[in-house]
């Protein structure tokens, strides 16, 4: 089972790799249900600001920022099915109902023919680099700079641009088993979604960078 957590944090992570690679699956529409059960997962209506907004697809040093969200779903196709943990569901009731949005684990379930995956995305409800690096320096202390440092100062340059980063694809699962590639690998090299911006380089790419050219008026 996942293990329930206040923060998405590392110890939070280990944690859930051990228990999907526990709990395998096979490939067909019941074992997405099963999945499910054994998991504690159930549907869910995700926001419209994570839907709408940007993601990064790699924990620490991401290349790219890619999106939006709703855009990707569409790429990955399938019957796609948002869920979210029970337990983490009510640790979101109960912080929502303080006035608090906190970083939340959602999947993303998309089932055809050939196989079932399961893209799992940890929600940003950050404004700016520095809250979202906050939450990591909270479990990390003093080694988050070392692990997170740089990722800081390169979403602080996209965020600068009018970027909405609202989330990041932690995991990748397929037919029961947990990727060892990153899932910005997997985006780019097997289903061809594109990025919008490259971190490294601070600037938007291809025709995400047309639209945000300044329309010149004429006297």
Do not use: C
């Amino acid at each position: 089972m996942l293990k329930r957590l206040n923060k998405w944090s590392l110890a939070a992570s280990i944690i859930m790799l051990a228990s999907l690679i526990i709990t395998p699956t096979a490939d067909t529409g019941e074992s997405a249900q099963s999945f499910r059960q054994q998991n504690g997962l159930l549907a869910y209506a995700p926001p419209d600001w994570f839907l709408e907004g940007y993601f990064i697809a790699r924990e620490t040093n991401p290349g790219y920022v890619f999106g939006p969200v709703q855009d990707f779903v569409r790429v990955v196709g399938g019957k796609a099915t948002w869920l979210i943990e029970d337990l983490d569901l009510e640790r979101l009731e109960r912080a929502s109902a303080d006035g608090k949005i906190p970083e939340y684990s959602l999947f993303l379930e998309a089932v055809s023919p050939e196989r079932t995956e399961y893209w799992v995305f940890v929600l940003l409800p950050h404004e700016s680099a520095k809250e979202w690096f906050a939450a990591r320096r909270a479990y990390h202390g003093r080694k988050a700079e070392g692990y997170y440092g740089k990722t800081q100062s390169m979403l602080e340059r996209a965020l600068s641009q009018g970027l909405k980063i609202k989330a990041e694809i932690r995991f990748f699962i397929e037919k029961g088993e947990l990727s060892l590639a990153s899932p910005e690998d997997i985006i780019m090299n097997r289903y061809k979604f594109q990025p919008v911006f490259d971190l490294s380089a601070g600037r938007w790419l291809g025709s995400a960078a047309k639209t945000q050219e300044p329309i010149s008026k004429e006297e």
